[in-house]
């Protein structure tokens, strides 16, 4: 996710293990999602992170042409969280091959909540396989809204379950780290 100052979010572990350097590749994908057309560097710096949370925010700037800057589109957020059983989307690449993937479920029911042993709480679950390299994935409802961030998929009595941190619960966070989540217009959906 980013917005148009080059501000993006993801999954706080997905900085972290890739440190002290890190780069994210933008891939293009074509019309009908079903290929990538073209791949985009952009350097990953400034990273603000919260553990807790598993979310990231960090500055990004193009590392070969600045006309890169034209394959970051703005979308709109949403702060405050759907019920149980809302259809919603993850898109994402998981980093077997240049073909994205985009999976359907729904949100489940919000005793499904899920703790990791490291201490990161999830605040909603969704029915959705996820795979390597989808953390820091929009969360995205039918109406183009991204409301969360893909941290981790579930194991064991979890499998089939894929949690993360909405940006409702991630508010003050990223208000403390210099975003106004109010600004729905400004945020992108892209990973």
């Known amino acids: ?9 993801t999954a706080a572990h997905v900085i972290l ?23 985009h560097p952009f350097s990953v710096r400034n990273c603000v992170t919260s553990e807790l949370l598993d979310i990231a ?16 589109r703005s979308a709109r957020i949403r702060m405050r969280n759907l019920p ?8 994402g690449f ?28 999830c605040d909603f679950a969704v029915n959705v396989i996820t795979h390597a390299g989808m953390s820091g994935s929009p969360l995205v409802t ?27 619960r991630a508010a003050a966070f990223l208000r403390k780290a210099g975003l106004n989540p109010a600004l729905a217009s400004n945020i992108a959906g892209h990973n």
């Not at 149980?84 to 898109?91: H, R």
């Open 1 to 9: 996710m980013v917005d148009s100052s080059g501000i993006i979010l």
């Open 17 to 39: 293990e890739s440190r002290p350097s890190c780069v994210l590749t933008i891939v293009v994908p074509n019309d009908d999602w079903s290929r990538a057309l073209g791949f």
């Open 57 to 72: 925010l960090c500055r990004i700037q193009p590392l070969e042409n600045g006309r890169d800057w034209a394959y970051v």
């Open 84 to 91: 149980p059983d809302s259809p919603v989307a993850i898109t």
């Open 94 to 121: 998981t980093g077997w091959g240049f073909s994205p993937t985009v999976a359907r479920g729904r949100l489940t029911s919000p005793q499904q909540l899920y703790r990791l042993q490291d201490g990161c709480y």
């Open 142 to 168: 039918e109406q183009g809204e991204v409301i969360g961030l893909i941290t981790t998929a579930g194991t064991g009595k979890f499998r089939g379950i894929s949690f993360g941190t909405s940006l409702e």
